[in-house]
């Protein structure tokens, strides 16, 4: 059974920084791109960050750029988002999710809650 369990989010301040966790089960980790989606409150998904099977490459949202770090364990089955330099924009609902394709992704999380607030 595909289990993926994100933690790590919480409550933070303007220019703070959380570190997302994405625990994985059920399936080869270290054979699978894995993404970052987001969902903004009203909002719809989108797109954070993807990284290659190896781990060796990331791509991320112009948004996500230079702010936020993917990387993955494979050792662990585990994935992170390092997010540095929040801002209230980046509030949402963050979910892992194996990606299958270009923005096609056929198991997710439950997601973890970031909110980002003075």
């Known amino acids: 059974q595909v289990q993926l369990v994100e933690s790590g989010g919480g409550l933070v301040q303007p220019g703070g920084f959380l570190s997302l966790s994405c625990a994985t089960l059920g399936f080869t980790f270290s054979s699978n791109y894995m993404s970052w989606v987001r969902q903004a409150p009203g909002k719809g998904l989108e797109w954070v960050s993807d990284?290659?099977?190896?781990?060796?490459?990331?791509y991320y949202a112009d948004s996500a750029k230079d702010r936020f770090t993917m990387s993955k364990e494979n050792a662990k089955n585990t994935l992170y988002l390092q997010m540095n330099s929040l801002k209230p924009e980046d509030t949402a609902l963050y979910y892992c999710?194996?990606?299958?394709?270009?923005?096609?992704?056929?198991?997710w999380g439950q997601g973890t809650q970031v909110t980002v607030s003075s």
């Open positions: 990284i290659t099977s190896s781990g060796d490459f990331t």
């Open positions: 999710a194996r990606r299958i394709g270009v923005v096609s992704y056929d198991y």
